[in-house]
């Protein structure tokens, strides 16, 4: 289910990307920015990379009274995605990936919730895909670059929340408590 999300998010954004530039080649790839030995991960410059920074579980349901374990059969896991879109664009091709970073930024913003009707490839476990612009201060954002083996670069990271399918049912929104606690019960 994640590596499905990711690779429709890398097909969406780059078929976006592709559109807004006019160009044909690949501008986005799925892939760390560093492999374990701290090299580049893949022998390719000027391009936007989209990498998997943490998983966690969505507990917000959990905190007002719902599910006291998603792990359960039947009963849907709740999913948090931190994901970072960063530029490898240097010298005279820098300005590009500005742009790219700037066109990402502007296609969340217009789009920061994606059903499962908006993106091809999405799971079908998956009803919609929800994206929070995450602030990061400098200590931490040299952390990540550290912890990734890479030098600082152009990029900006997003919190992905996805919303499973409830069920045979596709809603817009989550059921209420009420509902949450009948479909546990009936999955004991």
Same mark, same amino acid.
């Given at each position: 289910?994640?590596? #499905?999300?990711?690779?429709? &998010?890398?097909?969406?954004?780059?078929?976006?990307?592709?559109?807004? =530039?006019?160009?044909?080649?690949?501008?986005?790839?799925?892939?760390?920015?560093?492999?374990?030995?701290?090299?580049?991960? @893949?022998?390719? +410059?000027?391009?936007?990379? @989209?990498?998997?920074?943490?998983?966690?579980?969505?507990?917000?349901?959990?905190?007002?009274?719902?599910?006291?374990?998603?792990?359960?059969?039947?009963?849907?896991?709740?999913?948090?995605?931190?994901?970072?879109? =960063? /530029?490898?664009?240097?010298?005279?091709?820098?300005? +590009?990936?500005?742009? &790219?970073?700037?066109?990402?930024?502007?296609?969340?913003?217009?789009?920061?919730?994606?059903?499962? =009707? +908006?993106?091809?490839?999405?799971?079908?476990?998956?009803?919609?895909?929800? !994206?929070?612009?995450?602030?990061?201060?400098?200590? #931490?954002?040299?952390?990540? !670059?550290?912890? =990734?083996?890479?030098? @600082?670069?152009?990029?900006?990271?997003?919190?992905?929340?996805?919303?499973?399918? !409830?069920? $045979? #049912?596709?809603?817009?929104? &989550?059921? /209420?408590?009420? #509902?949450?606690?009948?479909?546990? $019960?009936?999955?004991?």
């Amino acid at each position: 289910m994640i590596y #499905e999300t990711l690779r429709a &998010l890398e097909l969406e954004i780059n078929s976006h990307l592709k559109y807004v =530039t006019g160009s044909n080649e690949e501008l986005l790839v799925l892939s760390n920015i560093a492999d374990q030995s701290g090299a580049k991960a @893949l022998q390719q +410059d000027n391009i936007i990379y @989209l990498s998997l920074l943490r998983i966690d579980e969505d507990k917000t349901i959990n905190k007002s009274g719902g599910y006291p374990n998603n792990f359960k059969k039947g009963v849907p896991t709740l999913l948090v995605l931190y994901v970072m879109f =960063t /530029s490898s664009h240097s010298g005279s091709r820098y300005k +590009d990936g500005i742009f &790219l970073i700037d066109k990402i930024i502007g296609y969340f913003h217009e789009n920061s919730v994606l059903k499962q =009707t +908006d993106i091809d490839g999405l799971p079908s476990e998956i009803d919609s895909v929800v !994206f929070d612009l995450q602030n990061i201060d400098f200590r #931490e954002v040299s952390n990540i !670059f550290s912890a =990734t083996g890479s030098k @600082l670069m152009p990029h900006v990271i997003y919190k992905v929340r996805l919303l499973p399918v !409830f069920g $045979n #049912e596709k809603s817009n929104s &989550l059921p /209420s408590m009420k #509902e949450l606690n009948r479909r546990l $019960n009936d999955n004991q």
